[in-house]
């Protein structure tokens, strides 16, 4: 998704899948994710989907207080 004023990512529950969005109008996509080609980059941003998906998957855990 595109968001300007928005977060790097934002996750939501849909029925029982847990479901993480990227945002393509924030300087960590533009500048950090896209930027990653090649092998090397293929396994960085790998390694940040999953970083992204489980800090995503313990907002929802968390108290409402704790997720902001």
């Given at each position: 998704e595109r968001n300007p004023e928005g977060p790097f990512y934002r996750v939501e529950?849909?029925?029982g899948q847990v479901t993480v969005y990227l945002n393509k109008a924030h300087r960590f996509y533009?500048?950090?994710y896209a930027t990653l080609s090649g092998p090397?980059?293929?396994r960085l941003r790998q390694a940040l989907e999953i970083l992204i998906?489980?800090?995503g998957e313990r907002e929802l855990q968390s108290?409402?207080?704790k997720a902001r």
């Open positions: 529950m849909r029925g533009t500048d950090v090397e980059g293929t998906f489980v800090m108290s409402p207080e």
